[in-house]
């Protein structure tokens, strides 16, 4: 039995396909990646900076200690990450932070609370990755990408063929 299909089933299904697939990470979308994975600043304090903390490393200068509730580190991409600040009125902000900002924190924690090499954490080796270590994450980075770089192209063409098939309908 063939069903015959219309124009504007083939017009719902592209508007479908291309909501689903169409604003990805890496593609040509405007649509900002707000997601992203909570990391630990550093193996000794975790995943997240309490007041307590806050006072004890002396972080965060520009909140004021009655106002702020706790911090946390949130990975966007492989160089972009944000801090999201919990007040103690609920309020969150999220700014981003460089790199060499995170290093500096890092560090400040690291004089006052060191950990020992070789220890595990759930986030963390406490040992620098060796060069062929970060070559080989660097190629499957690479890998990934081209991989997910064809497939955006190939669901795009997708999408482009069954728009010229709805409209010939």
């Known amino acids: 039995m063939r069903v015959k299909l219309n124009k504007q089933f083939f017009s719902f299904l592209f508007s479908l396909s291309f909501l ?39 972080l965060f200068p520009e909140y004021t200690d009655s106002l702020f509730q706790s911090a946390q580190l949130v990975k966007h991409s492989n160089d972009r990450y944000s801090i999201m ?35 595990v954490t759930d986030d963390y080796i406490a ?25 955006e192209i190939t669901f795009q063409i997708l999408f482009v063929l069954l728009e010229i098939l709805a409209q010939a309908y």
């Open 20 to 58: 689903l697939f169409g604003f990805t990470k890496n593609g040509n979308s405007q649509i900002v990646d707000v997601n992203g994975i909570l990391v630990a600043f550093h193996p000794s304090v975790g995943k997240f900076i309490t007041l307590s903390e806050k006072k004890e490393f002396m």
């Open 85 to 119: 600040i919990k007040t103690t009125n609920e309020k969150n902000f999220e700014k981003p932070i460089s790199i060499n900002n995170l290093d500096t924190i890092y560090a400040i924690i690291e004089k006052e609370n060191p950990i020992p090499l070789n220890t």
């Open 127 to 151: 040992k620098k990755p060796s060069q062929e270590y970060l070559l080989k994450q660097k190629k499957r980075q690479d890998q990934y990408d081209s991989v997910k770089t064809v497939a």
